[in-house]
């Protein structure tokens, strides 16, 4: 009995120095690949790189924000790809099927009803706010819309055209999609627009009948453009934009319609240009 009770003792001190010295089991090899592969997938699932440390150092001081804030004045140059349609077209085109039905000529090329021409322009930008900024601008084109018609002996052809001229000055802002909302390449870089357009210089409407009307400058503006675009780069100091672009101009003249067109309405002189746009603006960033 005394020697059962010396075995009993024996086991109680020797079963805590086993389970201290023996190794727990994850520290086996088999248990040890386990872990590890469970490490990695908790990792994935929580969104980390496998085996890189998570970034938790403050953000750099040169962010977007402090970037933009960093941009001055710019300076630009702007050409635009424009298809037209002036409201008074049918003016001129009435006018030309008169006279070829008056002389009896024979229509070679009638007046095309949508005309392309190319806006070209200056431009000065000044940053207000980080993601706005205010320009003045300027806008100058010329297109010319012609009809041609011979006798019927094709011995005498006659052109029946007329041309449209704009000289603009506008001022207008531009709004840069924040990268909250939007991102690009994280830079706002897509942008829109709207600028406000007068009349400043020569601008109307020349025949080949030899006459004119010219728009008089108006106090509430002559029209508007809107675009959406696109901005290379905020930073170096050459760059460039390009975008697409609805533009409604409107002119009145104190001249009357009769005195550029023989049968035209006893009226003053009044037109409506629209144009879709493809518009490429390069900018100097100082």
Same mark, same amino acid.
């Given at each position: 009995?005394?020697?059962?009770?010396?075995?009993?003792?024996?086991?109680?001190?020797?079963?805590?120095?086993?389970?201290?010295?023996t +190794?727990? /089991? $994850? &520290?086996l090899? =088999?248990?040890? #690949?386990?872990?590890?592969?469970?490490?990695?997938?908790?990792?994935?699932? !929580?969104?980390?790189?496998?085996?890189?440390?998570?970034?938790?150092?403050? +953000?750099? /001081? $040169? &962010?977007?924000? =402090?970037?933009? #804030?960093?941009?001055?004045?710019?300076?630009?140059?702007?050409?635009?790809? !424009?298809f037209?349609?002036?409201?008074?077209?049918?003016?001129?085109?009435?006018?030309?099927?008169?006279?070829?039905?008056?002389?009896?000529?024979?229509?070679?090329?009638?007046?095309?009803?949508?005309?392309i021409?190319?806006?070209?322009?200056?431009?000065?930008?000044?940053?207000?706010?980080p993601?706005?900024?205010?320009?003045?601008r300027?806008?100058?084109?010329?297109?010319?819309?012609?009809?041609?018609?011979?006798?019927?002996?094709?011995?005498?052809?006659?052109?029946?055209w007329?041309?449209?001229?704009?000289?603009?000055a506008?001022?207008?802002?531009?709004?840069?999609?924040?990268?909250?909302?939007?991102?690009?390449?994280?830079?706002?870089?897509?942008?829109?627009?709207?600028?406000?357009?007068?009349?400043?210089?020569?601008?109307?409407i020349?025949?080949?009948?030899?006459?004119?009307?010219?728009?008089?400058?108006?106090?509430?503006?002559?029209?508007?453009?809107?675009?959406?675009?696109y901005?290379?780069?905020?930073?170096?100091?050459?760059?460039?934009?390009?975008?697409?672009?609805?533009?409604?101009?409107?002119?009145?003249?104190?001249?009357?319609?009769?005195?550029?067109?023989?049968?035209?309405?006893?009226?003053?002189?009044?037109w409506?240009?629209?144009?879709?746009?493809?518009?490429?603006?390069?900018l100097?960033?100082?």
């Open positions: 009995m005394k020697i059962n009770h010396l075995f009993i003792a024996f086991l109680l001190l020797i079963v805590p120095v086993f389970a201290q010295t +190794p727990p /089991a $994850d &520290s090899p =088999a248990f040890q #690949r386990d872990s590890a592969k469970a490490a990695l997938i908790r990792e994935i699932e !929580a969104g980390k790189s496998p085996g890189k440390a998570v970034n938790t150092a403050p +953000p750099s /001081a $040169d &962010s977007l924000d =402090a970037r933009l #804030r960093k941009r001055g004045f710019f300076l630009g140059v702007t050409l635009s790809f !424009a037209a349609d002036l409201s008074e077209r049918g003016l001129f085109s009435h006018y030309m099927d008169s006279v070829v039905t008056k002389d009896t000529l024979r229509v070679l090329q009638a007046q095309d009803p949508v005309a021409y190319f806006p070209i322009g200056l431009m000065v930008g000044i940053p207000v706010f993601y706005l900024d205010i320009w003045l300027t806008e100058h084109f010329w297109y010319r819309e012609s009809g041609l018609a011979n006798n019927q002996t094709g011995s005498q052809t006659r052109e029946f007329y041309a449209v001229q704009g000289n603009l506008g001022i207008g802002a531009r709004y840069l999609v924040p990268v909250s909302l939007l991102s690009v390449s994280n830079y706002p870089g897509i942008y829109f627009s709207y600028t406000r357009f007068w009349n400043f210089g020569p601008t109307g020349y025949a080949s009948t030899g006459g004119s009307v010219r728009a008089k400058t108006e106090i509430g503006g002559a029209g508007y453009e809107i675009q959406a675009g901005q290379q780069n905020f930073e170096k100091h050459w760059t460039w934009t390009g975008g697409l672009a609805y533009t409604s101009l409107n002119f009145k003249s104190n001249s009357l319609w009769t005195s550029i067109i023989p049968n035209g309405p006893v009226e003053y002189a009044e409506n240009l629209r144009s879709l746009r493809l518009c490429l603006q390069g100097y960033q100082f």
